[in-house]
């Protein structure tokens, strides 16, 4: 109760520090506090999707980075996805590349002492605040990633505790080495929550730590509207440990009067019918403020991942909130199913039509990142929505007709918008039977981000749409 109480006292300080545009004992410019209607959240009018500055927003993005704040051209990046409509951003808070510091001081005989700061890490975390803000970028925050603790990673970080001056193995429960993958739940780190099956007391100690860390981050970035945040990359840890964080910021939310939506990433999301850990989620928005399905994006391809993406969807609108995709992978084929980019180009559209908030390509090796192709899709996306908004359509799948599997993807308002995707060419015939009088529309080459050759249908009958040719097409129609 000691250590939670001086947290709380450390952040109130934190917070008041940055609020007079002071951190790390340098004057900064700082944004001031947004209120909590300008602030990001979901939408008032469509808890689907989310609004930003008053204003419904749908979340585009593709970085080369996950933990952009580490980069050392990060304006250049942030304006490059700004040009192309990008508004979406993950950010880890790792510090396990090349380049990449650590957010604790490096004494002179190279171990660290987790009571000091290093000041570097949180100018860069400060500037990314900053320059997003100031783009109307969103990020969305992960604040603890599973293999920034693991094999090789484990052996030069500041947690090691033959890397600190601050605690032993025998006082941390803290091993020397964890060769193994994440995915197996070694890592006592991600057990410090009371309650939790392999909790130990002794873990208490890492566990204020933990929240000191956590506490400084918020301080730097509660006062920003544009921030989301998700408790993990891919966790397959009991769902207690992301809870006890959602709850931490959650409560230091409120005690500084703003509004801040959390959730978790499940690893086993990829299969979201079969996962406790995901219907726990779906079950509970009291705890989840949003779904971020980004594993779906992986090992499904085609038909599957558009059906299990509608299962989640679906789902959710028992107690409707955004679904995030946070990565969408698609670099090439590997052993856990990132597809080709290709295959991201068509999970990309398939996330939009079916109804998700936001959807981002995951950065290379196991993403195609912001290079040409996803920069057309970003761009494409943005063309549609200046006919069409995603938030005015719905999947009407029922409505195409001769469709082979997997070819092509609808969504529509019915007698006012179409929206048709075609993965790799192909004809499929749209029922307007219902609907009357004139639509007319373009063709919209994703590849250049161009629209082409004009559409154009009367009411009253079923017409066949071709695509002009091969590759990922989309045909806009709407009414005269």
């Known amino acids: 109760m000691a250590t939670l109480r001086w947290v709380k006292i450390a952040l109130a300080v934190a917070f008041v520090t940055l609020a007079c545009g002071i951190a790390g004992g340098q004057a900064m410019e700082r944004e001031p506090v947004m209120a909590n209607d300008q602030r990001i959240r979901p939408w008032t009018e469509d808890a689907r999707y989310w609004q930003y500055r008053g204003e419904p927003v749908l979340l585009l993005g593709g970085s080369r980075e996950d933990n952009l704040f580490q980069i050392s051209d990060l304006e250049e990046h942030l304006d490059l996805l700004a040009s192309v409509g990008g508004n979406y951003i993950r950010n880890t808070m790792s510090d396990r590349d090349e380049g990449n510091v650590y957010p604790y001081r490096r004494l002179d005989d190279g171990r660290y002492d987790l009571d000091q700061w290093n000041d570097e890490y949180w100018r860069r975390f400060a500037e990314l605040l900053r320059l997003t803000h100031e783009r109307d970028i969103i990020v969305q925050i992960e604040v603890w990633d599973r293999f920034d603790l693991s094999r090789e990673n484990w052996e030069r970080h500041p947690y090691r505790p033959s890397n600190n001056i601050n605690y032993t193995g025998d006082e941390s429960g803290l091993a020397e080495h964890y060769p193994d993958h994440p995915a197996a739940d070694r890592q006592p780190f991600y057990h410090t929550i009371p309650g939790m099956d392999q909790y130990r007391p002794q873990y208490d100690l890492l566990r204020s730590y933990?929240?000191?860390?956590?506490?400084?981050?918020?301080?730097?970035?509660?006062?920003?509207?544009?921030?989301?945040?998700?408790?993990?990359?891919?966790?397959?840890?009991?769902?207690?440990?992301?809870?006890?964080?959602?709850?931490?910021?959650?409560?230091?939310?409120?005690?500084?009067?703003?509004?801040v939506f959390v959730t978790d990433m499940f690893d086993d999301g990829w299969r979201p019918e079969q996962s406790e850990k995901i219907r726990l989620a779906l079950d509970h928005p009291e705890l989840y403020d949003f779904i971020d399905i980004s594993q779906v994006n992986s090992r499904n391809f085609g038909e599957d991942h558009w059906n299990r993406l509608r299962w989640v969807i679906e789902e959710v609108s028992a107690s409707p909130r955004p679904v995030n995709h946070t990565k969408i992978y698609s670099a090439g084929e590997t052993s856990f199913g990132s597809g080709t980019p290709q295959d991201g180009i068509e999970r990309f559209w398939r996330n939009l039509l079916a109804g998700s908030a936001s959807s981002r390509f995951h950065r290379p090796?196991?993403?195609?990142?912001?290079?040409?192709?996803?920069?057309?899709?970003?761009?494409?996306?943005?063309?549609?929505?200046?006919?069409?908004?995603?938030?005015?359509?719905?999947?009407?799948?029922?409505?195409?007709?001769?469709?082979?599997?997997?070819?092509?993807?609808?969504?529509?308002?019915?007698?006012?918008?179409?929206?048709?995707?075609?993965?790799n060419g192909g004809s499929v015939t749209l029922d307007l039977t219902a609907a009357s009088g004139q639509f007319s529309g373009h063709w919209l080459d994703i590849r250049k981000a161009e629209w082409s050759a004009e559409v154009n249908a009367t009411g009253g009958e079923r017409i066949t749409l071709t695509a002009p040719g091969d590759g990922p097409w989309l045909s806009v129609l709407t009414r005269e």
């Open 210 to 259: 933990q929240e000191r860390f956590v506490a400084k981050m918020l301080s730097f970035s509660l006062p920003y509207g544009n921030v989301l945040y998700c408790m993990n990359n891919e966790t397959s840890t009991d769902p207690r440990w992301g809870q006890h964080w959602m709850a931490f910021i959650k409560e230091r939310g409120r005690e500084a009067g703003l509004d």
């Open 365 to 423: 090796t196991a993403g195609i990142g912001l290079n040409e192709l996803s920069q057309a899709c970003l761009r494409s996306a943005r063309m549609v929505e200046e006919r069409v908004r995603m938030w005015e359509i719905e999947p009407r799948m029922e409505l195409l007709g001769d469709r082979e599997e997997n070819e092509a993807y609808l969504a529509a308002r019915p007698g006012e918008a179409w929206v048709l995707f075609f993965c």
